[in-house]
């Protein structure tokens, strides 16, 4: 065998080896992905993580039907901020059952839309929504609540302090989300 013919050879072996391990790291890589592990640097702080336990930031909105709704509004009671986008397949299974949800929790529940203010109310219409829905079209509730997603519910006690975060998708999840709270409030009145 001449030289360049194995030098040829050696080569190619080279190129699949490199291009083997390069396969395992995408593979690898994408199942990390899959069970939800990221490189720490590249994570995001989750949702309201600094806000925890403190009192939500004051704030007033008009809602699609012109009603004005904020702080002062959920005061009193425990409360439901939920944060949708009309272009979120997980906020529509949600928004769904938001109703009897609603009900069941007396209406304390506000819908926080990322969208611009027709899109909100075609939402709320589409949905048959009797939770107040404010159109959020620059985000500034998303950033002031510090959530990052949707959906995202942002729980709140009678204290309007932030309770907890989660991500329900359907109305069960939320409820029970709300009926922890319940409990936790309970607890806390008996002692």
Do not use: W
Not at 27 to 54: F, K, M, S, Y
Request: proline share 5%; net charge negative; charged share 20%.
């Amino acid at each position: 065998m001449s030289a360049p013919f194995v030098l040829s050879y050696v080569v190619l072996y080279v190129i699949v080896i490199l291009q083997g391990i390069l396969l395992l790291g995408a593979v690898r890589a994408i199942h990390e992905l899959r069970r939800g592990h990221v490189a720490p640097e590249a994570t995001e702080e989750p949702d309201g993580e600094r806000l925890l336990n403190q009192e939500v930031p004051s704030f007033t909105a008009v809602d699609v039907s012109g009603i004005t709704v904020g702080t002062e509004q959920l005061r009193g009671r425990s409360s439901v901020v939920l944060f949708v986008s009309p272009n979120c397949p997980s906020c529509m299974l949600t928004l769904d059952e938001l109703n009897a949800v609603s009900a069941k929790s007396n209406g304390n529940v506000l819908v926080v839309c990322g969208a611009d203010a027709e899109d909100c109310r075609a939402l709320a219409r589409d949905y048959d929504l009797t939770a107040p829905v404010v159109a959020d079209e620059g985000a500034t509730l998303k950033k002031l609540l510090d959530v990052t997603s949707t959906p995202t519910a942002v729980l709140l006690n009678a204290g309007n302090r932030i309770v907890s975060y989660g991500h329900p998708v359907r109305g069960e999840e939320l409820e029970e989300m709300m009926g922890q709270e319940a409990i936790a409030t309970g607890a806390q009145d008996r002692r």
